[in-house]
């Protein structure tokens, strides 16, 4: 079974600049998560898809960061315009619509760096 | 306002003696508390969980103990292995597992050979 993919891995980009990562789902998992991971800290939810609809974004800053799941699958989280402190790694996560959150399974991230 | 605290950043220990980490959460509604393992450029995996209504959990050389009235979670491992060297997280939750992870600032672990 394939993991979570992410790209790009790596990023590095210039304050006021534009960037977009993408996650792919595993195979038929209905809930999609993106977090931010700073270094030094644990990871923090931005924002919770169920198939398309959101569930909770809460703790995304919609006046720069704004994430869609089109048709449910592939999940794109975009920041514009970035900011120094936007520096972090990011997150994408699936799991199955029944199951605990433990069933969550993290791609490998997108390393940002803004300069 | 960190919820889920970790306040050990790193721990060296011996292989083959027992690895200790430590975790601490202030909100009481978490009923849920789960333990991740990251290596580097890797995402977090699921290592074990705990539920509020029991105090241990065990899976193989991995254990978890739940204090309740402390908001106090540990998880052991013995023995340490070289290849048990990376960053733990904790993590709680509401709803018995179902809704929304709360992670801690991870701690390093070193395993000496």
């Known amino acids: 079974e394939a993991g979570v993919a992410q790209s790009p891995r790596y990023k590095i980009i210039e304050k006021r600049q534009s960037v977009a990562f993408w996650c792919n789902p595993i195979?038929?998992?209905?809930?999609l998560y993106w977090y931010q991971q700073i270094l030094g800290q644990g990871p923090k939810l931005l924002i919770q898809?169920?198939?398309?609809?959101?569930?909770?974004d809460s703790q995304l800053p919609k006046d720069r960061f704004s994430a869609e799941r089109l048709k449910g699958v592939d999940s794109t989280l975009k920041i514009q315009p970035a900011k120094l402190e936007d520096s972090a790694v990011y997150l994408c996560?699936?799991?199955?619509?029944?199951?605990?959150?433990?069933?969550?399974?993290f791609g490998p991230g997108t390393r940002l760096l803004v300069l | 306002d960190q919820q889920v605290k970790q306040n050990s950043p790193s721990l060296s220990v011996q292989e083959g003696r027992i690895s200790i980490l430590n975790c601490d959460y202030t909100?009481?509604?978490?009923?849920?508390f789960l333990w991740y393992k990251k290596y580097p450029a890797e995402g977090p995996t699921f290592l074990i969980s705990?539920?509020?209504?029991?105090d241990k959990n065990e899976d193989g050389r991995f254990t978890v103990f739940l204090n309740k009235s402390a908001k106090h979670l540990s998880l052991h491992i013995v023995p340490s292995q070289p290849g048990d060297s990376a960053v733990y997280f904790c993590?709680?939750?509401?709803?018995?597992?179902?809704?929304?992870?709360?992670f801690g600032t991870g701690t390093r672990l070193t395993i000496i050979p």
């Open positions: 898809f169920q198939n398309n609809g959101v569930v909770d």
């Open positions: 195979s038929g998992h209905a809930t």
């Open positions: 705990i539920s509020s209504i029991k």
């Open positions: 909100n009481s509604m978490f009923d849920y």
């Open positions: 993590a709680a939750c509401y709803n018995f597992g179902n809704e929304k992870l709360t």
């Open positions: 996560a699936s799991r199955p619509k029944q199951g605990r959150e433990e069933t969550q399974y």
